[in-house]
């Protein structure tokens, strides 16, 4: 019988490895289109960025360790957590930023070039790295809060005998993301609203419709953003208030680390809400398989 921490592993190798080649098509597809050459596809590529170090981090370190009877002390597993936190916030932080991007492409209509320039938005991405380098080192190592791996569970956890860790990791990482995953949905809301309500009112005032390939592309950016956002929050809601209720071993490690699973998912996210990039890739692979199918003949 196949034990609990190997079906885990082989949970962890699958995800992430599926994360990984989604998140690098969608790197390298956003890196080719024009459309993601402005503030919303850089920040878009620097999430996939995020989104593959995650599944490198998992796939070197937590997939193979969990087929092996080692158990590494705490101090050498917290670097892992507190990188991986890092990693995590920097995506949550982009994911609002893109949010805030599309706000700001319907409701400052002729600002929006100006506020979102590649310059502030490359400003932002700094801002964002520095922010969750500061925060994580401070909270996770210089208070001693440290996310470790359980070796009996294997999933990233806080000392649960520490109330001060409980409250600090409360307040500073679950109130402050969901914060900003709460702040995500409704800028995305509020977005899709004035894009809808905008496209009528140029329609209806100027006779001309916007061209389908705009609207379409409007319309994939709010989605897209939108969908991070969801599931960014139920990934928090689940490894914060379902976890502790969970006691097998398999749903416990499936939930308590599927902050970390829904960053190797959003590569698929992107591509299924973005139909601009996956009709790219589609079309990609196509001329893929034309081409080998001529080298045959």
Known sequence: ??????????????????????NMIVY????KLNSMRSSFGIITKNQAICNILMCV???????????????????????????????????????????????CAVYMIFLYDRIFSNFNTYFLRNVAIFVSVAMCVTFYEILGCYLYLDPDYWIFTFPEDDERCNDLTWYCDFIFNMSLVISTMILNLLAAYKARKLHRMVSDTTGVRMSKEQRQREINFIRQSFFQGLSM???????????????????????????????A????????????????????RHELISSIFALEI
């Open 1 to 22: 019988m196949i034990s609990a921490v190997a079906i885990n592993s082989w949970i962890t190798v699958a995800i992430m490895t599926f994360g990984l080649i989604t």
């Open 28 to 31: 390298v597809t956003a890196r």
């Open 57 to 103: 981090l998992f796939l070197i370190f937590v997939g193979p360790l969990q087929l092996t009877p080692i158990k590494l002390p705490h101090d050498y597993t917290r670097f892992v957590g507190t990188v991986s936190m890092i990693i995590y916030e920097i995506a949550a932080q982009l994911n609002f930023f893109n949010s805030l991007n599309r706000f």
């Open 233 to 263: 929050s139920v990934a928090l809601i689940f490894y914060r208030i379902t976890a502790p209720l969970i006691s097998d071993k398999i749903l416990l490690f499936l939930d308590a680390s599927l902050w970390a699973f829904m960053l």
């Open 265 to 284: 998912i959003e590569g698929g996210i992107i591509l299924l809400s973005n139909q601009e990039l996956l009709l790219a890739v589609r079309k990609k």
